[in-house]
């Protein structure tokens, strides 16, 4: 007797939608000769010093299980790392888990707090994954658009407006992806403060904390009163250029800790050993490169809004990340149009803004994480393409 089709899939897998993002990296992928602006990891190879840590670990024979929270000295690192760049305290025996990417360390987070029907508030433009998770979790993501006006910041307005009885947590990520803006203390302060006043908890993606360029960065549970009430999230994949080797990590109350743990031990056991060994090298000796990645970022970015702005596609200066986020609006193209068209046309890859959220529509998500000569290359071809557009 055949199936039905789809008869043995939830409903959830059934209607969760395929990522936006990979549609234009499967067709630039068929092309020869493309610039991508759109992938959003590191154009740099991970530290010499890093590969050779997880090399000699090999050579060691250190290829059984970790304990599942991570490697001990690890997570020491990952706590004194903590306390020396934002000043926050961690126990690394009990607030601390290595996970497989920052990617797993959200998909835990909100399974450990969310019960079916529980509200989690996404502030769009976002990461693609975020309503998901909350959705596999048995949450109700509530997307909350932001402006360009306000740089595609948060007000805390617009929280008012949304919180209700059900409201169990915030999705915060600053810097942002795919906007580059980043909340200052100012800022986080306001946020902090409805938190508080609504008894609430917050998933903090702080996965580019250590790509900034204007202000010194401020980590959420640094504020007063934000500690006990915020899931810290990183992993050393964008400031540590180690997107491969799928490392994070979470820091959190223990309770709360305790209870993705639980989470973590059943679905993942621990992370990749050698790539634990290799973040731990990364953490004890790998602040200069990062420093000079920072450094070429910030080159890049200067460069690609300013020549944004000067095309005629306007542009806000991101404080973080790697993404610039400028409105193609006066093109008359939607998002997608314009990917599309400047894909098959001049054969640069950029992501369209609506597929981070509905406040997206009408922009792009360009990555600079990719060589000055390629961008300045990009440019110079979306320029072409935006004048052709003109003249018809």
Request: with cysteine; proline share 5%.
């Amino acid at each position: 007797m055949e199936l039905a089709k789809n008869s043995h899939l939830s409903k959830i897998a059934r209607e969760l939608k395929p990522s936006g993002i990979r549609k234009f990296f499967d067709l630039a992928a068929g092309m020869e000769g493309v610039i991508s602006l759109g992938v959003g990891e590191p154009d740099f190879v991970t530290s010499w010093s890093v590969r050779e840590a997880a090399i000699l670990s090999l050579e060691q024979g250190n290829t059984s299980y970790t304990a599942n929270a991570g490697l001990p000295e690890l997570r020491n690192e990952i706590s004194h790392y903590m306390q020396q760049q934002f000043g926050i305290e961690y126990s690394p025996n009990s607030e601390v888990i290595v996970t497989v990417g920052a990617s797993q360390a959200i998909d835990i987070a909100m399974r450990a707090i969310l019960d079916p029907g529980d509200e989690v508030i996404i502030i769009e433009p976002c990461f693609v994954s975020y309503v998901p998770m909350v959705q596999l979790a048995g949450g109700v993501p509530i997307q909350v658009q932001t402006l360009k006006e306000n740089d595609f910041k948060i007000l805390p307005s617009q929280l008012e407006e949304v919180i209700t009885k059900k409201t169990k947590a915030i999705m915060l990520c600053s810097p942002n992806n795919p906007t580059g803006s980043m909340l200052n203390k100012k800022e986080l302060e306001e946020l902090a403060a409805i938190v508080e006043k609504h008894d609430l908890l917050v998933i903090a993606d702080e996965i580019y904390a250590e790509l900034v360029y204007d202000e010194e960065y401020t980590s959420l549970p640094s504020i007063p009163g934000m500690r006990e009430r915020t899931i810290l999230i990183s992993g050393f994949s964008k400031g540590f250029a180690m997107t491969g080797w799928r490392l994070g990590f979470v820091c959190a109350p223990m309770e709360i800790s305790s209870a993705m743990l639980k989470i973590h031990q059943y679905a993942i056991m621990c992370a990749p050993t050698m790539a634990q060994y290799a973040a731990l090298e990364a953490l004890r000796n790998g602040r200069s490169d990062v420093d000079d990645m920072v450094k070429s970022y910030r080159r890049r970015r200067n460069f690609i809004v300013q020549s944004f702005n000067e095309i005629g596609l306007t542009c806000h200066m991101p404080g973080g990340a790697f993404y610039a986020f400028p409105s193609i609006e006066s093109t008359g193209l939607s998002s997608q149009e314009f990917a599309e068209q400047l894909l098959l046309q001049e054969s640069v890859a950029v992501v369209p803004g609506d597929v981070f959220g509905e406040s997206g529509n009408g922009h792009i998500r360009c990555s600079y994480a990719t060589s000055l000569e390629q961008i300045q290359e990009a440019v110079k071809r979306m320029k072409h393409f935006i004048e052709n557009l003109q003249s018809k």
